[in-house]
């Protein structure tokens, strides 16, 4: 990298540390700002007509902040999974609020009633965006996509995928703040890394805070109309291990992990995030 590069990414790291250490885990606060992630466990079966009647009824579903609708191709989650992420900026409220609202209405309850025997099971979790999103400016978080959801610039489509990078780690109150510390430091290598791929994005960090705890989430997104993003994906992999300060964070990082995983998502036609 050049010197202004190894400059700009040496600042950054400094104000994404201060973003990282303070970052909160606690929805105590009604008016925080969330993140959902719903996961519909589908009968194989079923699935085409789930999807089908999901894709009819998709204007009423953004009707709640929707930043991604989309399907397993490979990975941790089950096949056959619909898995959605909503970011509500002004939080628990607005969720309760706005859920209630959706409810109440007649085409909703429709839908609902033709996709409820297509469900085996279904999973809600809360998260919250990591403060370090907010200071790198290649992480666009969630909240972004809904609102330029119509931008045809920023709706790659095609061959576009979205990876989720899960890390399970281990009890303690210190163990994401740690983590968050060390990701802040070696992120900037990775995203500089040479050879990285045109259209590999971090969306968000997200840090759990109802459900299984003390997890992490990566979103990336890989890929578009002129490109397959297996194969983008794969070219900013082999790129982020040829970053010295990404791999030995990834090395502390490993310490505080108990389990890691990836799952590789197909976006819905009417996913904003694709």
């Not at 303690?172 to 740690?178: A, C, F, Q, S």
């Not at 030995?248 to 890691?260: P, Q």
């Amino acid at each position: 990298r050049s010197a202004a590069a190894r400059s700009s990414s040496r600042i950054l790291t400094t104000r994404c540390l201060a973003a990282a250490m303070s970052t909160t885990t606690s929805t105590s606060n009604p008016s925080s700002p969330i993140v959902e992630l719903r996961q519909n466990q589908l009968h194989p079966a079923a699935t085409t007509t789930y999807t089908k009647n999901t894709i009819q009824s998709s204007d009423l579903r953004k009707t709640l902040p929707l930043a991604f609708f989309g399907f397993p191709e490979t990975g941790s989650i089950a096949l056959n999974t619909a898995v959605h992420l909503y970011h509500y900026p002004e939080g628990t409220r607005q969720r309760k609020d706005e859920r209630a609202a959706l409810a109440k209405k007649d085409e909703w309850k429709q839908y609902l009633g033709g996709v409820k025997e297509c469900m085996m099971q279904q999973k809600s979790e809360i998260f919250v965006e990591a403060g370090l999103v907010q200071d790198f400016e290649q992480v666009t978080g969630l909240e972004y996509w809904i609102k330029n959801e119509n931008d045809g610039s920023m709706n790659s489509g095609g061959e576009s995928i979205v990876e989720l990078r899960k890390y399970q780690l281990k009890l303690g109150y210190d163990t994401v703040p740690n983590f968050l510390k060390l990701y802040a430091q070696a992120l900037p290598s990775k995203l500089n890394a040479i050879g990285t791929h045109p259209t590999t994005q971090l969306i968000t960090i997200l840090v759990s805070d109802v459900g299984s705890l003390n997890i992490v989430y990566e979103v990336w997104k890989h890929g578009g109309e002129s490109s397959c993003g297996m194969e983008a994906m794969e070219q900013s992999r082999q790129a982020s291990r040829g970053a010295k300060e990404w791999r030995t964070g990834i090395a502390e990082i490993a310490k505080l992990a108990t389990s890691f995983d990836t799952t590789i998502l197909k976006p819905a036609a009417f996913s904003p995030l694709q």
